[in-house]
């Protein structure tokens, strides 16, 4: 079956420490998204790749890091520069143009 | 700059009646719009889509949502609620003159009350 994983579902960490969330999708879609979810906020984008080897920063990149090196992966990092990193993070893929997006079940991410 | 409006938190329905959950948008071109539901604790799941054409669209589960140019609205309805509806609804944005950027309104938590 074609979907996109996400993993872990759980994620802890202490503060201070980077931390990397896994994405990786088989539907053979050229495009990737990384959203954060906090209650009341809704969805926030935090980057996205049309393309391999290329990203753009979303509406709220900083503190955040990405890479698309193979067309299937798209990991997000958490850096120590992220000032509230907790939070539901959710990966998402589309073919280009009106199709809709194909989300992931989600990585909860906790840092104390 | 893109931007998408869901003005009620939360939306309370008794089972059988008709319900309706807003969205307001901006964009600077012509919009594609989306409707996702989210049940707990997992990704968000596809609804319907306007492109273009009939300004009423049909999606999954019964529920459709009428696109509304001069109002910049693509409001979500069904005509008769089910317990199971109950869910978080979010309602997206692609600005087709702004490549693939996706936006998303804060959600509507929708309580449907049996």
């Known amino acids: 079956d074609g979907g996109i994983t996400q993993s872990p579902k759980y994620l802890f960490r202490k503060e201070g420490q980077n931390v990397t969330l896994s994405c990786e999708q088989n539907?053979?879609?050229?495009?990737m998204y990384w959203y954060r979810q906090d209650p009341g906020q809704g969805l926030r984008l935090i980057y996205y790749?049309?393309?391999?080897?290329?990203?753009q920063k979303g509406d709220i990149a900083e503190g955040y890091s990405v890479s698309r090196e193979k067309k299937e992966s798209f990991p997000l990092t958490v850096t120590s520069a992220q000032k509230n990193p907790t939070a539901f993070y959710l990966c998402?893929?589309?073919?280009?143009?009106?199709?809709?997006?194909?989300f992931g079940n989600g990585t909860r991410l906790t840092v104390t | 700059a893109q931007s998408v409006a869901q003005p009620e938190d939360q939306v309370n329905v008794a089972e059988g009646n008709p319900l309706t959950v807003k969205c307001t948008y901006s964009?600077?071109?012509?919009?594609?719009l989306f409707w996702y539901v989210q049940y707990p604790n997992r990704g968000l799941q596809f609804l319907l889509k306007?492109?273009?054409?009939?300004?009423l669209v049909k999606g999954s589960y019964g529920f459709e949502a009428e696109f509304n140019k001069s109002q910049t609205s693509f409001h979500l309805k069904k005509p008769s609620a089910l317990v199971s509806d109950s869910a978080l609804y979010f309602c997206?944005?692609?600005?087709?003159?702004?490549?693939?950027?996706?936006?998303f309104g804060k959600g509507t938590r929708l309580h449907i009350l049996p």
């Open positions: 964009v600077s071109g012509n919009p594609y």
């Open positions: 306007y492109i273009t054409g009939d300004n």
């Open positions: 790749s049309q393309i391999v080897n290329d990203f």
């Open positions: 539907l053979n879609h050229d495009a």
């Open positions: 998402a893929s589309s073919i280009q143009g009106d199709s809709p997006l194909h």
């Open positions: 997206a944005v692609r600005d087709k003159g702004a490549g693939d950027k996706i936006i």
